[in-house]
Every structure is written in C-alpha cells, then in structure tokens.
C-alpha cells in the first residue's frame, strides 16, 4: 500500500506520459524538511536568502506492507535517502498550457 504524505494528489502516469496508471490522493498526513532561512545580502537592491534544510518531520517508522511517497526533497535527505520504503514523484509531464498534469512513475533517492 502507497500512503501519500504530500498534500497534494499525486498523478502516476505510464512511460507515454498520458496513460494515468494510478491517483493518489493525500492521505492528509505530510512529510517536510525542515527550513530556515538567512539573509544573505541582496541582489540589485532585492533581499536574498539562503534556505538552511533540516530535520525532516512527519515521516513514519518503516511499516511492513507500506511505502510512502514523499517529496523529492524529503526523498533526498540523508536521514532517508537508501529507505526502501519511501517513494518521490518521478519526472514530471505537463500539458500543452504547461501546468503539471502528473509524473512518469515514482523514483527513489
């Protein structure tokens, strides 16, 4: 079982990019990293930052039977990059007005 812990609904389309192989709604649970921001100074007068990830928060023990799909970003964190349970979005497919309308299957950090 798939649990998403992203809040939004994930679209897992087939290699074509247009056969919809699965929907996945939030399960209303989400998996962050942590941010912090420093300002860096500015850039032609705008205010610039640095975002400082930290801590991912929300993410489940391993559970036999689950895989949990989370964001890339909380994907690739050290503290879960290698966990076999835990699923991002793959490349993303936008349509002709170049909104996203899903992903080509699911990849692992």
Known sequence: MIKNLTPHTVVILAEDGKTVLAMLPPSGDIA????????EGDVDGLPAYR?????VEGLPVPEEGSTFLVSGLVAAHPS?????????PGDL??????QPVGCKGLKRA
């Open 93 to 98: 497919v936008r349509g002709a007005d170049g």
């Open 51 to 55: 975002a400082q990830y930290g801590a």
């Open 32 to 39: 962050r990293s942590r941010v912090e921001y420093t300002r």
């Open 80 to 88: 879960v990059a290698g966990r076999a349970d835990v699923v991002a």
